[in-house]
Nanobody, 122 residues
Framework: QAQLVESGGGLVQAGGSLRLSCAAS????????KGWFRQAPGKEREFVAA????????YYTDSVKGRFTISRDNAKNTVYLQMNSLKPEDTAVYYC???????????????WGQGTQVTVSS
């Protein structure tokens, strides 16, 4: 059974950094585009970043540009989200997802992880 598992979340002070990882199992997602999303309490899930299957193309929502970096290691079947200069408004559950083709900004993904909590204190 195909599965995506996020890790690396936690509590960090404003201005700090975290690196999220999303490991795939059950199938090879190396040829899939990957995305990161987040959902804050009382808000809808929103797109954060996406990366093509080669890693050659990336796309970010405006609020994280210059602070977050998405990357992938297809040999490890893992995608990462490096988050720097974190702000309290980045507090959310972060999800990774996979889809067959790369469509920047879309919310329509085929596979989703269970999420990892990121809390940024002021």
């Amino acid at each position: 059974q195909a599965q995506l598992v996020e890790s690396g979340g936690g509590l960090v002070q404003a201005g700090g950094s975290l690196r999220l990882s999303c490991a795939a199992s059950g199938r090879t997602f190396s040829s899939y585009a990957k995305g990161w999303f987040r959902q804050a309490p009382g808000k809808e899930r929103e797109f954060v970043a996406a990366i093509s299957w080669t890693g050659g193309s990336t796309y970010y929502t405006d609020s994280v540009k210059g602070r977050f970096t998405i990357s992938r290691d297809n040999a490890k079947n893992t995608v990462y989200l490096q988050m720097n200069s974190l702000k309290p408004e980045d507090t959310a559950v972060y999800y990774c997802a996979a889809r067959v083709d790369y469509r920047p900004g879309t919310m329509e993904y085929d596979y989703w992880g269970q999420g990892t909590q990121v809390t940024v204190s002021s």
